[in-house]
């Protein structure tokens, strides 16, 4: 059993570059989320889906696109990568369906991404 | 204002030293409240879920509990290879609300 399989796990960019991280999950995962990590600011929320087709912003949105096709595959796409841009992304999933409360989420083991 | 906070930032121990770390929330409804470890380099690691003021979750030297504004992981006998970041997380509103974490605490355990 994979979980949340993240790719790449390293990448450096040029300042204007596009590019795509990839995030799949096999638990069947109604909710996926993008965070950033940095430094002293813990993990921010860039977007999040609750299923496939419906997507909403984060706390931290701006440069940043999601899609969500497939239940499996939420990919973010950093549409004009920016030197702010330079942190650790994970993704993570978790189901909607619990007996109390709710399910905790499991994380990918994250990209780290520069911007030069 | 943020609505998770934890404290202290960084927490140096020596090995065999017990204490505690803090995590406390502005929001209501409260639906969950999670606490994950992370090492360097890896991903959030799950810990705990608790879901109400009095419960209490136990695995090896660790222990969560919750009141109505806070959770404390208490750590006994801490061993050099719990140093690790621990990040609270907590669930409220909706049910498809995200995740919201605190910043963490940096554990750092001397032998």
């Known amino acids: 059993n994979a979980g949340v399989t993240q790719t790449p796990k390293f990448q450096v960019l040029k300042t204007g570059q596009s590019m795509t991280l990839q995030c799949a999950q096999d638990m069947n995962h109604e909710y996926m989320s993008w965070y950033r990590q940095d430094p002293g600011m813990g993990l921010r929320l860039i977007h999040y889906?609750?299923?496939?087709?419906?997507?909403d912003q984060g706390e931290v949105p701006n440069g940043y696109n999601v899609s969500r096709s497939t239940t499996e595959d939420f990919p973010l796409r950093l549409l004009s990568a920016a030197p702010s841009q330079t942190s650790v992304y994970f993704c993570?999933?978790?189901?909607?369906?619990?007996?109390?409360?709710?399910?905790?989420?499991?994380f990918g083991q994250g990209t780290r991404l520069t911007v030069v | 204002e943020d609505q998770v906070t934890q404290s202290p930032e960084a927490l140096r121990l020596q090995e065999g030293e017990s204490s505690s770390l803090n995590c406390s929330y502005t929001?209501?409804?409260?639906?969950?409240l999670f606490w994950y470890r992370q090492d360097p380099g890896k991903g959030p690691e799950f810990l705990f879920t608790?879901?109400?003021a009095g419960e209490e979750k136990e695995k090896e030297r660790l222990k969560a509990t919750l009141t109505k504004k806070e959770s404390f992981l208490h750590i006994t006998a801490p061993k050099p290879e719990d140093s690790a970041t621990y990040l609270c997380?907590?669930?409220f509103g909706g049910g498809n609300t995200p995740l919201v974490f605190g910043k963490g605490t940096r554990l750092s355990v001397i032998a």
């Open positions: 889906s609750v299923g496939a087709g419906i997507t």
């Open positions: 929001v209501s409804g409260l639906r969950g």
């Open positions: 997380a907590v669930l």
């Open positions: 608790l879901y109400s």
């Open positions: 993570a999933s978790r189901t909607r369906w619990v007996r109390q409360g709710a399910s905790e989420a499991f």
